[in-house]
């Protein structure tokens, strides 16, 4: 039996409201149309109902409170399953009192004691830890933002009233917790969008190896954990990328258009060059007619004459004519030797722009832009900065004695085995030789004088070989804190007294500023 078509069983839907004496509503319609169509009767989701069920559902306890701003948020949404999890959470949640609302209940004595705690400076300073927290959660959301303005001033106001503001604050960590699931949300996708620019850029980047490379180095930065100095940072090579792509680019426009030129002008000359050739050989015609047509030697001689002249010419012009191309050939050539070292200097200088090459600790130039950023850090957020410079024990009797590549590896070894002891937010950098400076952000004097002392022990248990030689390195060490409006370079400068003087205490030792 074949199915029946829509407008059979709409024509029948017809039939069967008149026949069961039904409105013909179009709840009605749609029910019996189902029906014989056999579709499944899915009831809609009755939200103005649930809303009134949760408007009067009673509020005595902040679990019921939280458990109503659950169950409004899930009627928001038609979740079926959030509104039968809010409903059964709600039920386990019983007011303290027992139905006696009179001023002597247990709650009511309990609260009038503890009142007293609540005063109008803790309010206030529960004020401004939310509006501490505002930038964080974002301003796209008015209507939280409205919230957060109506119980800032309930907040602010004296003499509330400690149960308002109880609920106030109740449905305001609800809406809270769906506003900080938006922002993480927004931050991880933002971040993908950020991966996925970089990935983009070194694909359609193959061919320049400088370019990818630091595009590398950008995919590492941008990978969470975030802090605002891996943004820096990003930020910075970014800036670094942007710079050396501009200059990438007007080289390579200034060689494409020296290119057309010297295309331009070849062209040119093979037009010349067929001219010439097509004149030369109309010449040589007109003076074979005029040899045939010739009686005598006498009337030859001057169209030989013509002949050796036109033919001197042509060779003169045709030599011209290859010297120039020849000239412009080396001419390319050359702009061409000129990209090639160009992208090799732009791969040199990307890596080197602010690290050690020998190293990979930063350079002067790099240690001189960390510690700028280290000091604006501090100055936003009031926080302890501490720099240390440590100088390698015996250096010279080590180079002396063992040569120079053994120095190398002793600097490479210290660099190695410091970045393995640093936290992610530490900063090394070579300063000169073998002195090195590290940063140590949100420390103070005594614990940056405990991390070198660590990187001490650390050092003792390791050794690198020279040869068949087990080598074992130490250094001297002065930490200075970055005291209030003090330059970086003379923290550095105390600490390097402080480096000195352990030196002569005996080296192998840390010494604060």
Known sequence: MSEKKPFEIARETLKQLTA???????TNYQAIYNQIAGIPIVQPFPADTLRDIAKSLPVKTPGQQKQRGLLEYAIDRMNWDGVKTALVAYGSFSPLTGGDDS????????????????????FGQMGRLIEYTQPALGSDDERFGEIT?????????SG??????????????????????????????????LHLVFENIAELSLDEQWLKGQMDALMSAATPPLTLRRLDDVERRLRDVIFKQKDAKERAQQAQSEMRQMLATFIERLSDMAKSTGTFHEKLEENARQIEQAKSLEEIAPVLKEVVSATRTMATHSKNSSDELQTMRERADQTDAELVKLHQELDRVSAQARHDPLTGALNRKGLEEAVDREIANVKRKETPLCMALLDIDNFKKLNDTMGHATGDVALTHLATVARECMRPQDTLARYGGEEFVILLPDTTLDKGIEAMT???????????????????????????????DEAGAEAIKRADKAMYLAKRAGKNRVLGA
């Not at 070989?465 to 930490?479: D, R």
């Open 20 to 26: 069961q004496k039904l409105v013909p509503t179009p």
């Open 103 to 122: 001023p002597t209940s247990p709650v009511v004595k309990a609260s009038s004691a503890a009142a007293p705690s609540l005063t109008h400076e803790f």
């Open 149 to 157: 303005k109506n119980l800032l001033t309930a907040l602010r106001q």
């Open 160 to 193: 509330a009233d400690v149960y308002a503001l109880k609920t106030m604050l109740v449905n305001y960590s609800d809406r809270v917790s769906f506003v900080a699931e938006d922002q993480a949300e927004i931050k991880k996708t933002l971040l993908k969008l």
């Open 454 to 484: 660590r990187l001490q022990r650390e050092l003792t248990k390791r050794f690198f070989l020279a040869g068949t030689e087990k080598v074992l390195i130490t250094f001297s060490a002065g930490v200075a804190q970055l005291a209030e």
